[in-house]
Every structure is written in C-alpha cells, then in structure tokens.
C-alpha cells in the first residue's frame, strides 16, 4: 500500500532562514509525490508535484522540493522562509484507482511556524 | 478567479438533521472527490465520480451520500449527522486523464459543526 510519513509535527525556523519539511514515502512502483498547504480554515493549495524527470522540483511561493530515491524522500524546501508561509504542509502520494482516476494518501501534516 | 467553489463555508446543523454541503467548478474536470478532514488531521477520501460513475471508499459510512447532477455539481448529504461528524469537508477535482500526472484542486472548504 502506498504512503507518506511525515516525521516532525512541526517546524520552527526564523524568517530568513532556509526551511525544510521533511517526507519519506513507501510505494510499489513508481512514486507520483505531491504537497499541499493548507492555511487555517482554508482548502488545500497546490504546490508542487514529482512525477518523473529532475529529482529537483520547482513550485509555486519559492518552494522547491528534492525526490532521494535511494533515500525514499521528498523533502520540501525554501531558501528564505517568510512570516506568511507558516501554515500546515501535507505531503501526498498518488494511490491508483480506476481508469482516469486516483485518489491521494496524505500524511499527516507538519505545522511550519516561521518567526519574525 | 475560483476554480472550486464550496458552499457555504460554514455550516451548523442538530444532531440528526440531515445536510447538504454543495461544491462546483469552472475547470470542466472529470473528476470530482469528497475528503474530510478533522481537526488539523490527514484529510480522508470519503468517495469520488469520474464523471457519472460513483465510487465508494470501503469504509465511508452509509450516513454519508453523494450526488453529481451534473458536470459543474457535486453534492455530500450526511442523512443523520453525528457529533462525529463535525469536520472540515473538502471538495477537489482533477481532469481524470488517465496519465497518472493530474493535479487535485482543492475548493476552500465547508466547516461542519454539530451541536
């Protein structure tokens, strides 16, 4: 069965600061990889996705995500995190379904908290 | 411009009393699903259509029932809401391409309290 684990319930870091939140997954096959933010008493937004390609993936708001196969990882990243990114990131495996459809297997989420 | 629209956002209902949560989009996607989510937790799949085909996750409960009138419209009627019940309920949509590739666009979500 496929899954996500994201190890930290939450992250502190200082506005400035590189930030990293961190996800391993377990799949059969290959890994279709997603995050997610999710402000409060709002919806999920999408951020990025790893498919196949450059294990180094580039999304929305600066994120940045690296896929370590050998490490079964997909750790999310910013170079200078700001006040307005602390949220609750979900990082996501693709579980299929029938034909044309999927369904998401989230972790459990890690609150970032991004101090001034 | 809203892609995926939840109303209403928030919705407070009896014990019992049935509800309806709706959802739409502009996106024309085959796909539409139904998650909840409690408190700060994982959001769950409750069930999904791909286009007028309903599917059921194994373990959503027979109180929780859905409808797609339409491509734009889906809608999630609790029959009989539990203290449970109380949750975020979070509508999503992918094209349903079959490629594997498709990104899940999440609406803003409708909040659920049961007293």
């Known amino acids: 069965a496929q899954s996500v684990a994201q190890p930290e319930d939450q992250v502190n870091v200082a506005e400035g600061n590189p930030l990293t939140v961190k996800c391993t997954y377990s799949?059969?096959?290959?890994?279709?990889l997603f995050w997610y933010v999710q402000y409060p008493n709002r919806g999920l937004q999408f951020l990025l996705k790893?498919?196949?390609?450059?294990?180094l993936v580039k999304g929305s708001y600066g994120f940045e995500a690296e896929f370590n196969k050998s490490q079964t990882s997909f750790h999310l990243k910013k170079p200078s995190a700001l006040v307005s990114d602390s949220a609750l990131y979900f990082c996501?495996?693709?579980?299929?379904?029938?034909?044309?459809?999927?369904?998401?297997?989230f972790g459990t989420g890690t609150r970032l908290q991004v101090f001034p | 411009d809203a892609m995926v629209i939840q109303n209403p956002r928030y919705q407070v209902t009896q014990f019992g009393k049935p509800v309806t949560l709706s959802c739409s989009q502009t996106?024309?996607?085959?796909?539409m699903y139904w998650y909840q989510q409690k408190s700060s937790q994982a959001p769950k799949l409750l069930f999904h259509?791909?286009?007028?085909?309903?599917?059921n996750e194994a373990d959503t409960p027979d109180n929780f029932q859905s409808r797609r009138p339409n491509t734009s419209f889906c809608f999630l009627d609790i029959r009989s809401p539990g203290l449970g019940d109380a949750a975020m309920y979070l509508c999503?949509?992918?094209?349903?391409?079959?490629?594997?590739?498709?990104?899940?666009?999440f609406g803003p979500g409708t909040r659920l309290t049961v007293l």
């Open positions: 996501a495996v693709r579980d299929f379904l029938l034909f044309g459809t999927d369904k998401l297997i």
């Open positions: 999503a949509t992918s094209r349903g391409s079959g490629s594997g590739t498709d990104t899940q666009y």
């Open positions: 790893y498919i196949t390609g450059d294990n």
């Open positions: 996106l024309n996607h085959n796909v």
């Open positions: 799949v059969s096959g290959n890994p279709y």
């Open positions: 259509y791909y286009d007028k085909d309903f599917n």
